[in-house]
């Protein structure tokens, strides 16, 4: 099956929000800046129906969403620094790291286990929500 029709319902939405798709080695890439955390999270969500161990490695998603501002929480780990994944699993690769008590910038509340957060060098990915508290 090619890409195209393996990741077609995805390939739409990429294509609703102005994001670049192209396809190379096997590989089809998404990637840019969508409108909102909810339009992320539904593209993770189609990726997850299509792929749910994420194991084929037949697709880049390289996806940012847009916010000017947002909540600040706090890194509340016990001893170690917090992972930042690609996506919302401990099965997503790390793409980051913040220090315990590091504030940072949470964009939404994925899930009661997720959330999709910015650290403080623009890095954008997703964390486990019980490391996390909101600042008043």
């Keep these: 099956m ?3 029709e393996k990741y077609k319902e995805l390939m ?10 192209s396809e190379s080695g096997n590989v089809l890439r998404v990637e840019g800046i969508v409108p909102s955390a909810a339009v992320k999270d539904k593209m993770w969500e189609i990726y997850e129906r299509t792929d749910p161990h994420f194991k084929s490695n037949d ?5 940012k969403t847009k916010v000017t501002d947002g ?8 001893e170690s620094r917090l992972n930042i994944r690609q996506g919302p699993g401990t099965d ?6 913040a220090e315990k008590g590091d504030t940072i910038t949470l964009i939404s509340k994925t899930n009661d286990q997720w959330w999709l957060v910015r ?6 990915g ?4 019980q490391y996390l508290e909101p600042i008043q």
């Design 2 to 4: 090619a890409l195209t």
């Design 12 to 21: 739409d939405l990429a294509r609703l929000n102005n994001l670049s798709v």
């Design 59 to 63: 697709l880049v998603l390289n996806v």
């Design 71 to 78: 909540d600040k929480v706090r890194v509340v780990t016990k």
């Design 92 to 97: 997503q690769p790390i793409i980051g790291k």
């Design 119 to 124: 650290d403080n060098d623009g890095e954008e």
């Design 126 to 129: 997703y964390c486990y929500s």
